[in-house]
């Protein structure tokens, strides 16, 4: 297994960081998880704009341009045999003198990282159940919208949902709105169509979701971004989450009390893996894609 | 120079964690800064009661006794000939599958490094001039009190007091009260005595501040710990920070206003030195007091 570390493809055990980088001191970094299907990344300008976006708030220089790094993405996906799994590009601020001014910190570190889909083990829920979190999300905290490496809310709270025997955690905002689980974005259904969490609740505008939206849009149903209450969404049918590591997850359960099943749910589910496979040209060989057609590119 | 890396002494350069750290990718970790003093860590009982509590929070196992990370820490001052200066100690929760979930993660990584002070530049102020972070500190969040890794909000509030030409920020929590500084925390005095903000207000129990704390009373002050808007606090003289990487720091401007000068804070700040001097056993050399004193050990 291989790394892109630093410029280079490198064994996986040799992609080390100093003690003193401000990443593993201050989770000072960015990171993104990118679906790999067919060999490809899915919605690789998607998820590269949005890292821009973080490291442009954060003040962190990406060290490679976004074509350079798709490429290495593709060969690591190679090199690595995945073809259906995610890549994970994690930039940190690199090394600095010690304290939290940024200074004279420039020499950011870039990984890139492959890992397979993770497959439910045999008896394992293919659905999540989630209990709501006692942790909130602080929507006023100018972090929430970028994905950035400070993750103790998310690990925190999937550890409290862990141990109290189901899948994830679901996340409210510190004004009782729903707004996220701790490893995707979720969305619920009613008679008019399609709900979900407007970005305004404190939530990372997930690529995923974005695709689910426009799926959910090109459908014709009714889409909405929405502030609610958990309890006026609790009692929903049709909940599930999103994320590029798991695409689209049915939630079975919150907190305890059953979901009602909505079979648009599995239309999209459907629409979802098809438009990842079509973009990604799942089938056609990496070889002749990437030489031939500029769109892979995107 | 050398680290003290998962019960090994290693030169610095070797110190090095897998990219899958969880420290790296998520800041899922926590540190201290421990004053070195005479060559001996000051108040090393406090700083790792407090990390044993962020480590209860957490759910990260501290990977080795007190007593012995205190032998180490001594041995690394001494090694890497710092006398005067800080030990600063990391403990991530290491490597684990990709994702929140903490459930297959315990092999925490441990690292002790050693820093020399931050010895200011020629022309370089010896006192500190901060200003108001847009950024708030979200008292209501369960991590505030806790010497975690998350310190995004701490680098992004230097940062901009360091692009607005002053030394340090003072950060607000989210109901406008004066909170604690990026690095420190911060006292100021009035007629009655000394005031410093409360643990309510959402600060990082200094270990310092509390040295501090006990030295007014001792001085027969008026000590008290509030809750304060910032526009009651700021015309008020002798502002000063405290850290354990800098001791104690005048501050003789907020906002561009100066700061009205009061002189409890240089008596104040000799008696923290004396303490530290007292306590650290500075002038004996280590080898007979380490050897010779249980009370060092504490």
């Known amino acids: 297994m291989k790394a892109f570390f630093n410029?280079?493809?490198v064994p996986i055990a040799?992609?080390?960081?100093?003690?003193?980088?401000?990443?593993?001191?201050?989770g000072d970094g960015l990171f993104e998880t990118i679906r790999i299907a067919g060999g490809r990344p899915f919605r690789w300008a998607a998820?590269?704009?949005?890292?821009?976006?973080?490291?442009?708030?954060l003040g962190i220089r990406i060290p490679f341009e976004p074509q350079l790094l798709r490429e290495a993405a593709v060969e690591l996906a190679r090199v690595n045999g995945v073809s259906a799994g995610v890549v994970r590009l994690v930039v940190s601020r690199g090394q600095g003198p010690r304290g939290y001014s940024a200074l004279a910190a420039d020499s950011p570190t870039l990984v890139m990282t492959t890992h397979l889909p993770a497959v439910p083990a045999p008896g394992e829920n293919e659905c999540w159940r989630l209990v709501t979190s006692p942790l909130r999300i602080l929507e006023a905290d100018v972090l929430t919208a970028h994905k950035h490496c400070n993750r103790?809310?998310?690990v925190l709270a999937r550890s409290e949902a862990e141990r109290r025997g189901v899948d994830e955690a679901l996340l409210l905002n510190s004004?009782?709105?729903?707004a996220e689980a701790s490893s995707g974005n979720v969305f619920w259904t009613d008679e008019a169509g399609l709900v979900t969490p407007a970005l305004e609740t404190g939530i990372l505008p997930g690529i995923t979701r974005s695709v689910v939206l426009e799926l959910g849009r090109g459908m014709g149903w009714r889409v909405r971004e929405v502030r609610c209450p958990l309890e006026d969404a609790r009692s929903c049918a049709g909940w599930f989450e999103t994320s590029s590591g798991r695409g689209l997850v049915p939630v079975t359960e919150i907190d305890g009390e059953a979901v009602r099943p909505d079979r648009r749910v599995a239309l999209l589910?459907?629409?979802?893996?098809?438009?990842?496979?079509?973009?990604?040209?799942?089938?056609v060989a990496v070889d002749r894609l990437e030489a031939g057609s500029?769109?892979?590119?995107v």
């Open 7 to 9: 410029g280079q493809f």
């Open 14 to 26: 040799e992609a080390r960081v100093s003690v003193l980088d401000r990443g593993f001191l201050y």
């Open 47 to 57: 998820h590269l704009e949005r890292m821009a976006r973080t490291a442009g708030c």
């Open 152 to 154: 103790l809310l998310q």
């Open 175 to 178: 004004r009782g709105e729903v």
């Open 269 to 283: 589910r459907a629409a979802l893996e098809q438009t990842v496979a079509q973009e990604c040209g799942v089938g």
């Open 294 to 297: 500029d769109s892979a590119r």
